[in-house]
């Protein structure tokens, strides 16, 4: 009989360990080729990700109720995970500019260059189309209620709104609901690049993951960064699994939304941190500890799910 042990090895190792080597590959890259993590960002966040994003739900049975479900459990979980970072912060006794960095590292998850790969290797192509519509869903509070965190309430509605248009993957998932809700088949000369592009989409998120990886430094606030994890990697999925039960989650949908919340903090925010300068250092911090981290969160809720 197998036992707890080789059990969890054989996950991390199936389905976690895939995703850090190429991630180390990306690290390598950006250390001693000098490729600019910039240039390969731009190049996923423009083209792979939204031809990803179309062709999964383009291509699923997923019904317009189960999105819904789904959409509803992120914004459950993200307020959630919101509500528990300003409860922790306050024996902190964060400053407003610290507050908002807090808030930002533990609502913000990588639910796409991390949470993607990892779930389409644990569960497959099903629970992959649950985990994209958690991904979309993610990324529109990303640039629009991120940030306001990240800007301490100081941009207006206006400048969201911006934000949220110049999401490529919104326009993908937009594509698809239309295309699937009026019936159309796109022939094979416009699918068939979608599906190279979106098939380049998942170890180009994991190279973006090393490489920014490669600029963290040690943390300045390990008390703060401590705080900010346990909450991301531990109290978040924990709750979340009640959520997941409240909202109706079965199946796939269910092992694709618990296991998005276990994912750690989010990349970009070291760029909305550094764009509005708020903890720049404290943010890239919980980044690098949060996604160490996270082999043995996540190996433990796979096992679980």
Do not use: W
């Amino acid at each position: 009989m197998i036992s707890v042990a080789q059990l969890l090895l054989s996950i991390f190792v199936s389905d976690l360990l895939p995703v850090f080597v190429i991630a180390g590959v990306g690290f390598l890259l950006a250390r001693f080729a000098g490729v600019q993590v910039q240039t390969v960002s731009r190049l996923t966040f423009h083209a792979l990700a939204p031809a990803l994003v179309f062709n999964i739900l383009a291509t699923s049975t997923l019904e317009g109720s189960q999105a819904g479900r789904m959409t509803l459990f992120y914004v459950l979980v993200a307020l959630s995970a919101a509500t528990m970072a300003r409860l922790v912060a306050i024996p902190l006794r964060l400053d407003r500019r610290a507050l908002s960095a807090f808030l930002l590292v533990v609502v913000c998850s990588n639910s796409g260059n991390y949470g993607l790969p990892v779930t389409l290797l644990a569960f497959g192509r099903e629970a992959l189309s649950f985990a994209s519509v958690y991904f979309v869903s993610s990324s529109i509070f990303t640039y629009t209620g991120g940030v306001f965190l990240a800007a301490s309430g100081k941009r207006s509605v206006r400048d969201a709104l911006v934000g949220v248009a110049k999401i490529p993957a919104v326009y993908g998932a937009a594509a698809a609901a239309l295309t699937m809700s009026l019936g159309i088949q796109l022939p094979s000369a416009v699918m068939s690049p979608i599906t190279l592009l979106s098939e380049a989409a998942v170890p180009m998120m994991i190279l973006v993951l090393g490489m920014q990886l490669e600029r963290a430094s040690k943390p300045k606030r390990p008390v703060v960064v401590a705080a900010a994890v346990v909450v991301s990697l531990v109290l978040t999925p924990l709750v979340a699994i009640g959520l997941a039960h409240l909202v109706g989650l079965r199946g796939a949908a269910f092992q694709a939304g618990v296991l998005q919340t276990s994912m750690p903090t989010a990349v970009i925010t070291t760029i909305l941190a550094v764009e509005f300068d708020v903890l720049p250092d404290f943010v890239t911090s919980v980044v690098f500890a949060s996604t160490l981290l996270s082999p043995l969160t996540v190996t433990l809720m796979i096992a679980y799910l």
